[in-house]
């Protein structure tokens, strides 16, 4: 095996749909699995800390960058095969491209994924979902690669997965290596197609043009209005703190509109919470990952 190059002080902020971070220490992009392993003993070796990221769709990573190493997955691990009635992806598979191989199958249940823009790896940590559905539905097992450099095997139903939750969550260092899926439903491929321009209309809707943003900020409360709604009642639509703004049209995203700050948004998102519980009495939770922050 080659040596995986690594690039010394890279600038993350592109690799994000933000469009904000500072720079990484160290910056490798593995092809496979055996890379992984080559970095994780490299990183681990020299006591660095260790990130993975994979299109840069949930996560808002710090004005002064990552420490240690960070890999860069989004085009890697791009695996799919069918195996009998199931359907093998690596983590660094898009969401809409799973999506589309299962439609090429012939197999429905997995068009809410046409407009995800994550990976499987880290849509599967988070049990990613749109349109009422979440990967749970269609997740049959997942293979995890550990600090220990082993991998190991679980069953979906021992990851506990919930609203945007799964037992994963707890163990950050863990990287999802590859996910199998259930094929459970046939349906004409031309079908299927059509459901998901449908569900791609719907979403263009709903949510703003700019591109710039990690998707929903805050996750949905248990009980009572969606966080979007609870914002939007609080008055914060089109509200700013320097270049981020809370969007006009969908108040559960925040929108980088020109050179904003990871500052900035942490701002917004600190007053959002304080004014909503002040309120409402509700304690928003957010969905987006602070990094090096949450896994400090």
């Known amino acids: 095996m080659q040596k ?35 970095l994780m003993r490299l990183a681990y070796g020299r006591g660095w800390p260790l990130f993975f990221l994979g299109r840069g769709s949930n996560v808002l990573i710090s004005d002064a960058g990552l420490p240690g190493l960070t890999l860069h997955l989004a085009k890697s691990l791009q695996k799919i095969e069918r195996h009998g009635e199931t359907l093998r992806a690596g983590a660094g598979v898009a969401l809409p491209r799973l999506a589309r191989a299962a439609a090429a199958l012939g197999f429905s249940g997995f068009e ?3 407009g995800i823009p994550g990976t499987v790896g880290a849509a599967v940590r988070l049990n990613a979902g749109a349109e009422g559905r979440n990967l749970a539905d269609v997740l049959r097992r997942v293979w995890v690669a550990t ?5 190991m095997e679980f069953q979906a139903g021992e990851l506990g ?13 863990w990287l999802v290596a590859e996910a199998e899926f259930m094929l459970q439903t046939p349906a004409p491929t031309a079908a299927i197609e059509e459901k998901m321009r449908q569900l791609l209309a719907a979403r263009k809707a709903r949510f703003p ?16 209005p969606a966080a979007g709604l609870l914002i939007d009642q609080a008055g914060f ?32 998102i600190a007053e959002i919470q304080e004014t909503i519980w002040r309120n409402e009495g509700v304690a928003l939770e957010r969905e987006v990952v602070f990094l090096p922050e949450d896994l400090e």
């Open 237 to 268: 639509k089109g509200r700013r703190l320097g270049e981020a703004q809370v969007s006009r049209k969908h108040a559960n995203f925040i929108l980088n509109q020109g050179q904003a700050t990871a500052a900035q948004i942490k701002g917004l």
């Open 161 to 173: 997965l919930g609203y945007r939750s799964s037992l994963l969550l707890h163990f950050p260092h």
């Open 112 to 114: 809410f994924l046409a």
């Open 209 to 224: 043009a700019n591109p710039r943003s990690c998707g929903s900020v805050f996750k949905n409360p248990g009980a009572g």
């Open 147 to 151: 600090p220990r450099l082993q991998l």
């Open 4 to 38: 995986v190059p690594l690039f010394e002080n890279q600038p993350l902020a592109p690799l994000t749909t933000w469009k904000i971070g500072g720079p990484a220490q160290f910056l490798a992009a593995p092809q496979d699995l055996e890379e992984v392993y080559a």
